[in-house]
């Protein structure tokens, strides 16, 4: 390529999807195609948390745009004037990587770039001139819905990129263990009491472990603080802990004395890949720790089913007044009872049982068992973290997908 012959416009909405897909295509994008013009354009999103922007500018895009940029040049009719290069022939692409791909779409319709996507969803939409995704299954789905079958494109999964990409923490402990407690507000409330008391169990019996919690960016600060506290902590046999400062930075303190690390949610990739262990509610987590090789124990918690988030129709029940609770709970068994595939992401992919599933009647006592047992059993874990390297997504998804975008080299 010669010097700035082309422009690549990454649009992209919240932090999850700048870690995750945003990055690792931007640092692809600078070794395959160094002479390329790479901007990332913003835009709106119910679910950001309003640093974007400053996460985005750690990548060195050429040009960023904010989602109130994207609002006012939209509704002039226009896009940002930073994604117009000083060539106004300069050819280029869109390639959506998080929001709505009506966002995408449009820009590139503005611009006269054509539009791509990459998505984990089958959802087609005329404006594309493909659909990237991450394996042939999504592909079939996508196909089956109307989508045109030759501009479905199967690149990887950029989630394999992105962890792969990661350097291990240099601190592992011994054991290194990793605790996730989702990033729904109303459920992690009862799962970080569970969770606290877990770790006062296990590190009594493994006094050189380390724990450490990357805390979801999505949960307020009331749900750290209510979980902390054990306001809920009857739900799943919990107990509180006291948040303090250590030498290890923002920690919780268990009733016998453990700590439990707060890192930011980012820094999760470089500690899956040095954990042994991770202990999880279901979620695309228990993907990332798959990619990462560490095996883990996921929690489906069944005291109060009624508290697990379902999507669609089973959340709508929770809210009807007086019964909601009831006919969620229900919902919810039904749902758990009928479910014929594995609630963890890499027992679906693999057909195996690579991580460790738990579920109904959850408490301190059974998951720290669970933990002591497969930690305790090294050929077992060998086995688990082998498998798992041979069955989840590689990488390359990024290399794939700009090989698909960009034009060929000169």
């Known amino acids: 390529m010669a010097a700035k012959d082309f422009q690549l416009v990454l649009v992209s909405n919240g932090p999850g999807e700048l870690y995750t897909w945003v990055r690792p295509v931007i640092e692809e994008a600078r070794r395959a195609a160094p002479n390329a013009r790479v901007s990332i354009c913003l835009v709106p999103c119910q679910f950001a948390g309003g640093n974007e922007a400053s996460i985005a500018a ?8 904010t989602p109130a940029q994207y609002l006012r040049s939209t509704a002039r009719g226009g896009v940002p004037d930073e994604l117009r290069a000083t060539n106004p022939a300069l050819p ?3 390639v959506g990587l998080g929001g709505g791909v009506a966002y995408a779409a449009g820009l590139g319709k503005r611009l006269g770039y054509p539009t791509f996507r990459y998505s984990f969803e089958p959802n087609w939409h005329p404006g594309l001139e493909a659909l990237l995704v991450p ?3 999504v592909r079939q789905r996508a196909v089956r819905r109307g989508a045109p079958a030759g501009r479905v494109r199967v690149v990887g999964n950029l989630v394999a990129d992105a962890v792969g990409d990661s350097v291990p923490v240099p601190e592992h ?6 605790l996730f407690a989702g990033s729904r507000d109303a459920f992690a409330v009862h799962v970080i009491p569970l969770l606290i008391a877990t770790v006062d169990r296990l590190a009594a019996a493994l006094p050189g472990a380390r724990f450490v919690w990357p805390v979801s960016r999505l949960l307020q600060p009331s749900t750290l603080e209510d979980g902390v506290a054990g306001r809920h902590a009857a739900t799943l046999g919990g107990v509180a802990g006291t948040r303090a400062r250590g030498e290890r930075g923002d920690v919780i303190e268990t009733p016998g004395g453990a700590l439990i690390e707060l890192v930011a949610e980012e820094e999760r990739y470089r500690h899956m890949r040095a954990a042994d262990l991770a202990i999880t509610i279901p979620g695309t987590n228990t993907l990332e720790l798959g990619i ?3 095996p883990a124990l996921v929690l ?3 005291n109060k089913p009624e508290l697990i988030p379902l999507e669609g129709a089973g959340h709508w029940l929770g809210l009807v007044p007086l019964v909601g609770k009831y006919l969620k709970r229900h919902a919810v068994r039904l749902f758990v009872t009928r479910l014929k595939v594995p609630v963890s992401l890499p027992n679906r992919v693999s057909g195996e049982d690579l991580m460790v599933e738990l579920s109904g009647h959850i408490d301190a006592e059974r998951v720290a068992d669970a933990a002591l047992a497969l930690l305790g059993d090294e050929a077992d874990l060998a ?5 798992l390297a041979e069955t989840m997504p590689r990488r390359g998804a990024a290399a794939e997908l700009l090989r698909t975008v960009l034009p060929p080299t000169a």
Do not use: M
């Not at 086995?383 to 498998?387: I, V, W």
């Open 58 to 65: 750690t990548f060195g895009p050429d040009a960023l745009t």
């Open 135 to 137: 394996d042939d299954t």
């Open 173 to 178: 402990g011994r054991p290194h263990v990793l």
């Open 300 to 302: 489906l918690p069944l």
């Open 383 to 387: 086995r688990r973290r082998g498998r």
């Open 292 to 294: 990462a090789g560490t």
């Open 92 to 94: 280029g692409a869109v």
